[in-house]
């Protein structure tokens, strides 16, 4: 890929300008802070960066996206910088305008959200109004765009209340039919109360125990093929205790789990969501980590992670020693959403086309989406068109082009190239 020589290049007249609107210390130009800003949360996408703004105000937001756009200098918005798919870091030159400075509460209200555009137009978006049928919702279109449409100021979202009843389960099963018997279950007898059902299977928990001290949290007897991780959220305790404890016994004398505990207590609780949230952190010691966020229809979500592994089993790379040491599924069954994850020894074309476009094109197979909920970024901007129609994605590109007609937003990104 090529700098896109219409940007113009970082001189010492801009950074003048941003001296003008931002205090020193919202300024980063210093090497080896730069780093972080430049580097992804998987060490996968490494920018070239010279200059980090940190903006508090939306007018402050607003004047530098206003000069950028009038100067046609490229930027890419970050907060948190733990995107997955290369979203949050520069590709080449571009000015990172980081949101680390913006993230006080303003107020608690059920609100909407607040817009800024790359000509430093601000939409005021925030509406105390539950209803409001008057116009296109032109919030929506913000939502997910990664940056590349404009910069979100403020955002207003409705909190629900903290449940007062919240219940954890963990249950080893012996196959993948079993842990789709047991959602199917949770669906039909645990209804009103369910909250999350994830699942990973053994070489996800292998990883952990490898790898973090949560590892040493699991609290069942032996090892199973496969984990399911179920929380309750209700408002009284004693209920959804019972329901949750019959629930659990059912299924142990059906034969569906081979094993399952109730969390006693928060710690134990925080314990078991530990191991669940502590696989995309071990997965980072174990290597390059190759990350699919797909969404596909629950009955066939394992069977992704098993036709890769074929795959690679058939061709000799996977295992110990080999390009690829593992092939883990892990994710959201609620959501029909799995995160397949591989692990390799170096980020490599021939890593990468062993798995790529094979996976879109399985996952454009089986109805799904290659995007469930880490978006597209500069990893899968290309193969939007496994899961969007070109009529779609030639509108898309018609509302970049409308809102960013320098396309200054966060470049090489989110959409085609062609
Ligand atoms: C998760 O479910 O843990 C997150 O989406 C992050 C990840 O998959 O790495
Ligand atoms: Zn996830």
């Keep these: 890929m090529k700098r896109n020589e219409s940007f113009k290049k970082l001189s010492e007249d801009d950074l003048s300008y941003f001296k003008s609107v931002l205090a020193p210390h919202s300024i980063t ?6 780093e972080a800003f430049n580097t992804d949360w998987l060490r996968k996408y490494k920018g070239q960066s010279k200059l980090v703004l940190k903006p508090s105000s939306t007018e402050q ?3 530098i996206l206003k000069y950028c756009n009038d100067n046609k200098l490229a930027v890419v918005p970050q907060g948190g910088n733990t995107g997955l798919v290369g ?3 520069p590709v080449f030159d571009e000015i990172i305008i980081s949101m680390s400075n913006m993230s006080s509460i303003r107020k608690f209200d059920n609100v909407s959200g607040a817009l800024v555009l790359p000509d430093g137009t601000i939409l005021d978006n925030l509406s105390t109004l539950r209803k409001d049928n008057t116009g296109y919702d032109l919030k929506q279109i913000f939502v997910g765009s990664e940056g590349t449409l404009g910069i979100v100021t403020g955002v207003s979202f409705l909190a629900p209340k903290k449940s007062k009843a919240v219940n954890v389960a963990l249950l080893g099963l012996n196959s993948y039919d079993h842990v789709q018997a047991a959602f199917k279950r949770s669906k039909e007898e645990l209804s009103e109360v369910l909250s999350a059902f994830e699942f990973w299977d053994q070489d996800a928990l292998k990883l952990v125990k490898d790898h973090l001290a949560a590892g040493a949290n699991d609290p069942l007897q032996s090892t199973y093929p496969f984990y399911v991780l179920i929380e309750t959220s209700g408002s009284n305790k004693d209920h959804d205790d019972e329901k949750l404890n019959n629930f659990l016994e059912r299924l142990l004398t059906d034969n569906i789990t081979q094993d399952g505990v109730v969390a006693q207590d928060t710690t134990q609780l925080r314990n078991l ?7 995309p952190v071990a997965c980072l010691h174990d290597g390059a980590v190759y990350k699919y966020d797909i969404s596909i229809p629950v009955p066939v979500i394992y069977q992704a992670v098993e036709e890769l592994r074929k795959r690679l089993l058939d061709r000799g790379v996977l295992g110990e020693g080999k ?3 593992s092939v883990i599924g892990y994710g959201h069954i609620g959501d029909g959403n799995l995160h397949l994850t591989l692990a390799a020894k170096e980020f490599c074309e021939e890593a990468t086309d062993l798995i790529e476009p094979y996976i879109f094109e399985w996952t454009a ?11 597209l970024g500069i990893c899968k901007n290309n193969f939007l068109s496994y899961s969007k129609s070109s009529s779609m994605i030639q509108l898309m590109k018609r509302f970049k082009q409308l809102l960013d007609p320098n396309g200054i937003m966060n470049p090489y990104k989110f959409l085609p190239d062609n």
């Design 61 to 63: 937001v607003s004047k």
């Design 323 to 325: 390009l690829f040491t």
């Design 87 to 89: 979203g949050s870091v």
């Design 29 to 34: 130009q210093d090497e080896e802070d730069l």
């Design 365 to 375: 197979k089986h109805a799904g989406s290659i995007s469930a909920e880490h978006g």
């Design 273 to 279: 969501w530990a191991i669940r949230e502590g696989i």
